[in-house]
Nanobody, 127 residues
């Protein structure tokens, strides 16, 4: 399986970015999907995870109302729409997949656990 993120870059505070995660070699519907962030000097954290069973979504508090996860099963692509970006959103953003039967989507985000990871895309928010 392969996961390739894109769409990162530099943006001013208050701006928006849309990240994409193109997957290959697997059936997206069989997995929970998550976006994770590693900010400078911090550990990687789960920011949003969507259940591959019922579509339920868990958002980390700091991104609620600003970030939206979506997916296109046919295109095998996952998206993260990020609005009202803040300085503290700066970091390396990873998409990841977790087999549905191993852990819940909440556990995936809470424990930063997944079966497949992308290489990450950098998001820099600065004036």
């Amino acid at each position: 399986a392969q996961l390739v993120e894109s769409g990162g870059g530099w943006v001013q505070p208050g701006g928006s970015l849309r990240l994409s995660c193109q997957t290959a070699g697997l059936t997206l519907e069989y997995y929970h999907i998550g976006w994770f962030r590693q900010s400078p000097g911090k550990e990687r954290e789960g920011i949003v995870c969507i259940s591959g069973i019922d579509g339920a979504i868990w958002y980390e508090d700091s991104v609620k109302g600003r970030f939206t996860i979506s997916k296109d099963d046919a295109a095998k692509t996952v998206y993260l729409e990020m609005n009202s970006l803040k300085l503290e959103d700066t970091g390396l953003y990873y998409c990841a997949l977790s087999f549905r039967g191993i852990r819940t989507h909440q556990e995936m985000c809470a424990t930063v656990s997944a079966d497949y990871w992308g290489q990450g895309t950098q998001v820099t928010v600065s004036p």
